[in-house]
């Protein structure tokens, strides 16, 4: 009887302390939202020690972009990469974003394709807009009208109705490429954004 109720306390304590982890990425967000840099690393950093991907790509963030942190592209690189590993597409999004600019990493754009194009098969619509521009310039990848218009109308189906700019923008270079492309292309690149899937995680 003993042994029974030890067992059912560790199991409340495990399940306590996944709650207050979650909890501790929820406030942390908070915290950046209300500009608390201080706070948000304070909650972010054990997270990301501890393996979450997603602490860990929000640690790669604040380094990145110098938020409450002195900004550091190797360090955001080195978070980005141990989130990215994980699966965790938002970071390999940026990762892509980090070799196309040469941040923390020699510039190499055909590693940038590859990252934007391992998020963006993860429904990331950053990723998908970005590899779109990259066929649509050849940059990294061989230029092709037909997929970068697929990933173009992906992207656009992909951001949220908030993401009123994003959204804009996407149209804007959905145009762009089809007046560089004859109708058959556009089929072509339109049935194929209707038969794209996510792909599934090994």
């Known amino acids: 009887m003993r042994r029974t109720a030890a067992v059912l306390i560790l199991i409340i304590c495990l399940f306590l302390a996944v709650k207050a982890i ?10 950046c939202d209300r500009g608390d840099h201080k706070e948000e690393y304070r909650l972010i950093k054990p997270l990301a020690d501890q393996g979450d991907a997603s602490a860990q790509y929000h640690l790669g963030v604040m380094y990145d972009d110098g938020h409450g942190l002195p900004q550091d592209y190797n360090k955001a690189m080195e978070w980005y990469v141990k989130a990215a590993d994980k699966g965790n597409a938002e970071a390999q999004c940026n990762l892509g974003s980090m070799y196309v600019k040469g ?3 020699p510039q190499d754009y055909n590693k940038a394709s590859l990252w934007y194009e391992t998020a963006a098969g993860k429904g990331n ?11 649509a310039s050849g940059m990294g990848v061989p230029q092709e009208n037909v997929l970068a218009y697929m990933w173009f109308t992906l992207a656009a189906s992909h951001y949220p109705a908030s993401e009123i ?11 762009e490429i089809s007046l560089k492309m004859v109708p058959e292309e556009i089929s072509e690149a339109q049935r194929m954004a209707r038969e794209w899937k996510p792909k599934k995680e090994r």
């Open 22 to 31: 979650a909890g501790s990425i929820e406030e942390a967000l908070k915290a």
């Open 103 to 105: 941040h923390g990493v």
């Open 125 to 135: 619509a950053k990723a998908m807009f970005n590899i779109g521009e990259m066929y």
């Open 165 to 175: 700019a994003d959204r804009s923008n996407v149209a804007i270079k959905i145009n």
